[in-house]
């Protein structure tokens, strides 16, 4: 039997995420009155272009990611070239749609939109009954303060990372213009909210099985903006997949498993990734395929039923893996069948270091996989993710990692051989949060500018490295 639904309409956000780095002020409405020269120019369509046509490289504005991203950031200039896509917030649609709710979602980061005061009016003439603002702990300030002016006019809902069980409690009490707190993942929540419309905190409800929904909501102006462009030559756009939704393995810094998806994981059948692989290429001209998963090479047999699909769509495609979950045999196969791409989460070379924050990696044979690919594949795309201020790490650690990077030819200014070097940032909800704060006293880590995994965090404050 169906459920009776209430005519409701839901508007979701990814609101535009603009502050200073210097001051850490954001850059917001009257708060903008601040930076006169950049007021007029933050709040015209051309903003970011037109700001840095105007001012020096040196101003501070820094220009952040948020949904979508795993690792929300900020940078000092507009990343043409990464623009993660919103997928809780398109599948939370598209499950809404499906039950007869009617959706909207406002993608500020895809569409280059900074200013505060046109998303607040923009949503106005919509006249939502429930704004869901998915929010990062990066951005905590701003996402507070936006979903207080965003009560003034409409019930609000504050959704994603941020509010997990070690936030939630904390938020709900402080911020009572905010009517619904949606702990993590928030598609099964964002129902709930809906049908009971109760006033508060709403527990993680996970979908158990992504196959089992709709596909994520592509319809959406910018949908088709959302980009990571980190392989050389590749034909646009770009779909950004998912192949499976979680990770196995319990890595104390990473945020997702265990604040968006309690650690679960839901790992999807080949044919359906297929079907709808050729369902959003038919629609939208999409030219090659990146697999943003959690870990994508989940299941071995799983793997190479996949290979075979992608090699009959004839696509180009890329992968976010781990490089201890495959043998040799099965990336070579990925690369026969079209995958031009992979991206590996190392974090560190020093096994000690690895064990500490928990990675998995428990032997240094983990390590030839890649050393044997990245000689036997020139041509083909592999970037590393890797990380400074990680527990246990000392400066000698570190310097040691950089050389195995650049024996490895990571460092020959190679466009196929990248790496990237974060901070390493114990975000609220996850197991490293929690042991730092044991050891600190969370009075010490509640400043949220010290979050941003692009510059100095809160590790380096704590000297934890």
């Known amino acids: 039997m169906r459920m009776n639904i209430p005519q409701c309409k839901i508007v979701l956000v990814n609101a535009p995420f603009v502050r200073h780095g210097d001051s850490g002020v954001f850059l917001g409405l009257d708060r903008l009155v601040q930076y006169d020269l950049l007021k007029e120019s933050f709040c015209s369509s051309n903003g970011p272009e037109i700001a840095h046509s105007l001012l020096p490289y040196s101003t501070g504005i820094r220009y952040g990611v948020r949904a979508g991203s795993r690792w929300p950031h900020t940078a000092e200039r507009v990343n043409y070239n990464y623009v993660p896509f919103p997928f809780i917030m398109a599948y939370t649609s598209a499950f809404l749609r499906k039950n007869g709710i009617e959706t909207e979602i406002i993608d500020c980061v895809a569409i280059r939109q900074y200013s505060y005061d046109t998303l607040l009016n923009d949503l106005k003439k919509r006249k939502p009954d429930i704004v869901i603002v998915e929010g990062s702990y990066s951005s905590i300030d701003i996402d507070l303060w936006l979903c207080n002016m965003i009560s003034a006019f409409s019930e609000v809902a504050l959704a994603g990372p941020c509010v997990n069980d070690f936030t939630a409690k904390e938020l709900c009490a402080e911020h009572p213009a905010i009517r619904y707190f949606l702990k993590g993942e928030y598609i099964n929540s964002a129902l709930e909210m809906v049908l009971t419309r109760r006033a508060g905190i709403y527990e993680l409800d996970v979908v158990k099985d992504l196959d089992s929904i709709p596909t994520p909501d592509r319809t959406f102006f910018g949908a088709q903006l959302a980009r990571d462009y980190w392989i050389p030559n590749m034909p646009v756009p770009q779909l950004q997949m998912w192949g499976s939704k979680g990770c196995a393995f319990r890595c104390s810094f990473c945020l997702w498993p265990s ?168 975000f609220p909800g996850t197991p490293l949060y929690a042991e730092t704060a044991k050891r600190h006293g969370k009075e010490k880590m509640e400043d949220c500018l010290r979050y941003d995994g692009t510059q100095d965090t809160i590790m380096q404050d704590l000297h934890m490295a």
């Open 259 to 426: 604040t968006m998806y309690g650690n679960n994981v839901s790992l999807r059948d080949p044919k359906y990734i297929a079907k709808e692989i050729a369902t959003d290429v038919k629609c939208c001209g999409y030219q090659h395929v990146y697999f943003d998963d959690d870990t994508f090479n989940i299941g071995n047999e799983r793997i190479e039923k996949l290979c075979l699909y992608m090699k009959e769509l004839g696509l180009p495609w890329g992968i976010m893996a781990r490089i201890d979950t495959s043998p040799l045999e099965l990336f070579e196969k990925m690369i026969s069948c079209g995958c031009v791409g992979m991206k590996f989460g190392i974090e560190s070379f020093n096994l000690d270091v690895l064990k500490r924050i928990n990675k998995g990696f428990s032997s240094r044979k983990t390590f030839d996989t890649l050393r044997r690919l990245t000689r036997q594949y020139p041509r083909v795309k592999f970037h590393l993710t890797t990380m400074r201020n990680l527990p246990g790490q000392t400066d000698a650690i570190f310097e040691q990692d950089q050389k195995i990077l650049k024996n490895l030819g990571f460092m020959e200014n190679n466009p196929y051989r990248t790496f990237q070097l974060s901070s390493c940032v114990p």
